[in-house]
């Protein structure tokens, strides 16, 4: 019985392919192959052969912020992680609760 090779074509996000390539090429496999273990873990468990589904914390929080909020915060916590001087911290909940209830 001979194989028959055939192609599919497949559109993603640019940034997707490229950020999967290149976890790919450290893995020293090819796309075409991900694809075709996939496809035959597909045909061998008659399912798909990863988990398909919003983990639970990610969507809570999409449920609450958008994504621009999400990432605004990302990138201001960042800040903070980098410059820690530039922020007041607290000792304990009555210090903070004294800051935040004062008009300075």
Not at 25 to 32: E, V, Y
Not at 36 to 54: A, C, E, R, W, Y
């Given at each position: 019985?001979?194989?028959?090779?055939?192609?599919?074509?497949?559109?993603?996000?640019?940034?997707?392919?490229?950020?999967?390539?290149?976890?790919?090429?450290?893995?020293?496999?090819?796309?075409?192959?991900?694809i075709?273990?996939?496809?035959?873990?597909?045909?061998?468990?008659?399912?798909?052969?990863?988990?398909?589904?919003?983990p639970?914390?990610?969507?809570?929080?999409?449920?609450?912020?958008?994504?621009?909020?999400?990432?605004?915060?990302?990138?201001?916590?960042?800040?903070?992680?980098?410059?820690?001087?530039?922020?007041?911290?607290?000792?304990?909940?009555?210090?903070?609760?004294k800051?935040?209830?004062?008009?300075?």
């Open positions: 019985m001979s194989n028959v090779i055939t192609s599919i074509n497949v559109q993603i996000d640019k940034k997707d392919q490229e950020q999967a390539t290149v976890i790919l090429q450290r893995l020293g496999i090819s796309m075409s192959d991900l075709n273990m996939t496809i035959k873990q597909l045909i061998m468990h008659g399912s798909i052969p990863f988990d398909v589904s919003i639970k914390n990610e969507f809570e929080l999409y449920q609450y912020f958008t994504e621009d909020e999400l990432e605004r915060t990302a990138k201001e916590l960042a800040h903070i992680e980098k410059y820690p001087n530039k922020y007041k911290s607290y000792d304990n909940f009555d210090d903070l609760k800051a935040l209830s004062s008009d300075d």
